[in-house]
Antibody
Framework: QVQLQESGPGLVKPSQTLSLTCTVS??????????WSWIRQHPGKGLEWIGY???????YYNPSLKSRVTISVDTSKNQFSLKLSSVTAADTAVYYC???????????WGQGTLVTVSS | EIVLTQSPDFQSVTPKEKVTITCRAS??????LHWYQQKPDQSPKLLIK???QSFSGVPSRFSGSGSGTDFTLTINSLEAEDAATYYC?????????FGQGTKVEIK
């Protein structure tokens, strides 16, 4: 079964770039079958889809975040990454990585990591 | 953007009772609707995909139905471990969205 684990700084200063990595185990990113995704949840709030990437490098981003988001993949490390630029306090959230199957549901999720934007 | 509206926002239910949660889409999304369960301090878990297909390992008391704009998640014979917030999610449009969530509390 696919397992995912997020890693990265828990504190980012305003105007800087948030960077997170998701390590996938239990399967190869480059085997196909999944779009590797990022989703966030503001404290006490609902879920917001950020975007996803296929192992080939094709990306799809939420239009509301597209100008600030970059998702990349490193198949040699079985990892994919999120960069969110020019962050503000409104970007404070728990960030989840997830595997989106061809059925377009988010089948597997990481445990999530809280990122706080504060000076 | 397709807006998903869940009802109710909150439900307090006794064990063994039947729970029904609805999700209404602002435009037709076919069957591209999925349901997740999120327990406190945990990540969401997929329950139902494509409106009515149970995900592997999900107890049979969870079921989904609907198409177009109106969808339902049903929990038959609620158990204490089902206390959680439930979210619907649409993958019909290029901007995928989630419902606001329905919190189910056990009386």
């Amino acid at each position: 079964q696919v397992q995912l684990q997020e890693s990265g700084p828990g504190l980012v200063k305003p105007s800087q770039t948030l960077s997170l990595t998701c390590t996938v185990s239990g399967g190869s990113i480059s085997s196909g079958g999944y779009y590797w995704s990022w989703i966030r949840q503001h404290p006490g709030k609902g879920l917001e889809w950020i975007g996803y990437i296929y192992y080939s490098g094709s990306t799809y981003y939420n239009p509301s975040l597209k100008s600030r988001v970059t998702i990349s993949v490193d198949t040699s490390k079985n990892q994919f990454s999120l960069k969110l630029s020019s962050v503000t306090a409104a970007d404070t959230a728990v960030y989840y990585c997830a595997g989106r199957g061809y059925g377009k549901s988010f089948d597997y999720w990481g445990q999530g990591t809280l990122v706080t934007v504060s000076s | 953007e397709i807006v998903l509206t869940q009802s109710p926002d909150f439900q307090s239910v006794t064990p063994k009772e039947k729970v029904t949660i609805t999700c209404r889409a602002s435009q037709s999304i076919g069957s591209s609707l999925h349901w997740y369960q999120q327990k406190p301090d945990q990540s969401p878990k997929l329950l139902i995909k494509y409106a009515s297909q149970s995900f592997s390992g999900v107890p049979s008391r969870f079921s989904g139905s609907g198409s177009g704009t109106d969808f339902t998640l049903t929990i038959n014979s609620l158990e204490a471990e089902d206390a959680a917030t439930y979210y619907c999610h649409q993958s019909s449009s290029l901007q995928e969205t989630f419902g606001q969530g329905t919190k189910v509390e056990i009386k």
